[in-house]
């Protein structure tokens, strides 16, 4: 059984940067790619990044390319995601969760959500 916890997030005033973190336990995370959602209140949960089990992959939601980075380290069993240049508009609860195959837009695809941490981006 895969258990997923989120942290890292966070208050950041805007052009700020976070460093999230995906920890897995219960068994690792090698054969999964792993993918970052978001959800903000009121508004349907999107996706935000993945990253394939070999970690060759990399998929970023058009709104945070070039701000945000995805990796993992399978020797810490962890996925994190380096978020710069921090906008109001990525205030929401971050989520991860793994899927098996491969890296997917679907959250259907996607298993062993985690609890999720809030980042805020505010003065």
């Known amino acids: 059984q895969l258990q997923l916890v989120e942290s890292g997030g966070g208050l950041v005033q805007p052009g700020g940067s976070l460093r999230l973190s995906c920890a897995a336990s219960?068994?690792?995370?090698?054969?999964?790619?792993i993918g970052w959602f978001r959800q903000a209140p009121g508004k349907e949960r999107e996706g935000v990044s993945c990253?394939?089990?070999?970690?060759?992959?990399?998929n970023y939601a058009d709104a945070v390319k070039g701000r945000f980075t995805i990796s993992r380290d399978n020797a810490k069993n962890t996925v994190y995601l380096q978020m710069n240049s921090l906008k109001p508009e990525d205030t929401a609860v971050y989520y991860c969760a793994a899927y098996f195959l491969s890296c997917s837009w679907s959250l259907a695809d996607f298993s062993s959500w985690g609890q999720g941490t809030q980042v805020t981006v505010s003065t």
């Open positions: 219960g068994f690792t995370l090698d054969p999964y790619a």
């Open positions: 990253i394939s089990n070999s970690g060759i992959v990399t």
